[in-house]
């Protein structure tokens, strides 16, 4: 039913993606997929009982669904193509669809024009935003991605271009 925090489990085969975007995939059985289908497809999913990690059930020709599997955890798995994989999913309610980390948390709280120009970004943007912030394990790296987020933000209107973000993202780390 649409709107229940259960967990589905099966067993899915991993197979390679024609996508250029990523290199494998499990299909999401079409009866689960449409029970966690409200009103988005963000999900939260373990694989053969890995830490669960934040995703969304990507769409295929035909209507398929399917969670991409990144190579790097492929190998922590030593699954390959062919291989069966136990799959866990259940619906995704939080916010962003990934984790805030703390030090954009309190950049929010410090800087009230950069978080309403954040807030008012799709959720897609929102959560690019939040993995660029979030991929660097060093708490300062952390902060430093925050504050020139929030300042690319004020600088462009509310606007983001990816070149320019980029571009200001690697001069902050050379610092």
Known sequence: MPGSDRTYRFTAVLERSANKLWGAHVRVPRNIAEKLLDPDRRVICALNGTPEFQCAMLPQRGGTLVISVKKPLREKLGVTFGGELGVSLRKDRSVYGLPVPEELEE?????????????ALTRGKQRTLLYIIGSVKNPDKRTVRGVTILSHLKMNKGQINYRQLNAALQASTRR
């Open 107 to 119: 950049l929010f709280r410090q800087d009230r024009q950069g978080s309403r120009l954040f807030h």
